[in-house]
């Protein structure tokens, strides 16, 4: 059985710093292009950031220079750095995994306020 599981969310102050982890079971983390996404209270979900297999990166324009995606195929993980957090980034964060099938995590909360 798949597991997607985020962790890391919780409350910070505009300005401050997060690292967001996905940790997965059931699959090879190696063969999935791994994205994150976000969904704001009474808004649609929208993409974050991806890193491909060869570790290859896109970002949103309205979180480029601020977060970073990365992988660790030996630890199975996929993290997001966020630094220089806005209101505007408070939501709730999801990690995807993507090859043959498309999984999903439960999400985590980020809580952008002072």
């Known amino acids: 059985q798949v597991h997607l599981v985020e962790s890391g969310g919780g409350l910070v102050q505009p300005g401050g710093s997060l690292r967001l982890s996905c940790a997965a079971s059931?699959?090879?983390?190696?063969?999935?292009?791994m994205k994150w996404y976000r969904q704001a209270p009474g808004k649609q979900r929208e993409l974050v950031a991806t890193?491909?297999?060869?570790?290859?990166?896109t970002y949103a324009d309205a979180v480029k220079g601020r977060f970073a995606i990365s992988r660790d195929n030996a630890k199975n993980t996929v993290y997001l750095e966020m630094s220089g957090l806005k209101p505007d980034d408070t939501a709730v964060y999801y990690c995807?995994?993507?090859?043959?099938?498309?999984?999903w995590g439960q999400g985590t909360q980020v809580t952008v306020s002072s």
């Open positions: 890193i491909s297999t060869g570790s290859n990166t």
């Open positions: 059931g699959i090879i983390l190696d063969f999935y292009h």
């Open positions: 995807n995994a993507v090859y043959r099938n498309s999984y």
